[in-house]
């Protein structure tokens, strides 16, 4: 079940995911599927519907140009300048979720999911840290 929104609102949303969760390495699709878990929320929210739709209306109308237009840093100060308000965050409340939660996401992270079906993470690489320094160990003898 979808919210009602144009697609210039949609690409606004997955272009306000982009700049609120910047990763470099992430594809297009788990913004999208992300935009699509607020977009459900939303329809199921009469409250959160209304919140999505004239936040994302708003956001478009804050600058001379659309959301969508702007680069990376432009869009990342005019999110920080949303910081707390109610429309942001009931969006980033379902996207943080949404987004961390894609396999596509785990796959570009490492991430290889739950292991309690598996056994639990001991005898499953644990202990492979290999991007972390070996700690250096040492014995002091204790003040007689």
């Known amino acids: 079940m979808r919210t009602l929104m144009s697609d210039g609102q949609r690409r606004t949303l997955v272009d306000l995911l982009r700049a609120a969760f910047p990763h470099r390495t992430f594809p297009l699709g788990p913004y999208e599927r992300t935009a699509g878990a607020?977009?459900?929320?939303?329809?199921?929210?009469?409250?959160?519907?209304?919140?999505?739709?004239?936040?994302?209306?708003?956001?478009?109308?804050?600058?001379?140009?659309?959301?969508?237009?702007?680069?990376?840093?432009?869009a990342g100060v005019v999110l920080r300048e949303l910081?707390?308000?109610?429309?942001?965050?009931?969006?980033?409340?379902?996207?943080?979720?949404?987004?961390y939660d894609d396999?596509?996401?785990?796959?570009?992270?490492?991430?290889?999911?739950?292991?309690?079906?598996?056994?639990?993470?001991?005898d499953r690489g644990f202990d492979d840290l290999d991007w972390l320094p070996d700690p250096r160990i040492e014995s002091q003898e204790a003040p007689a």
């Open 38 to 74: 607020v977009a459900d929320a939303a329809a199921a929210d009469p409250r959160l519907h209304a919140l999505l739709l004239q936040g994302l209306s708003d956001l478009d109308e804050q600058r001379d140009v659309a959301f969508s237009q702007l680069d990376g840093e432009t």
């Open 103 to 122: 396999h596509e996401v785990w796959d570009v992270l490492g991430y290889e999911g739950a292991s309690y079906d598996k056994g639990g993470y001991v």
């Open 83 to 99: 910081t707390g308000t109610p429309f942001l965050t009931a969006v980033l409340d379902v996207a943080i979720v949404a987004l």
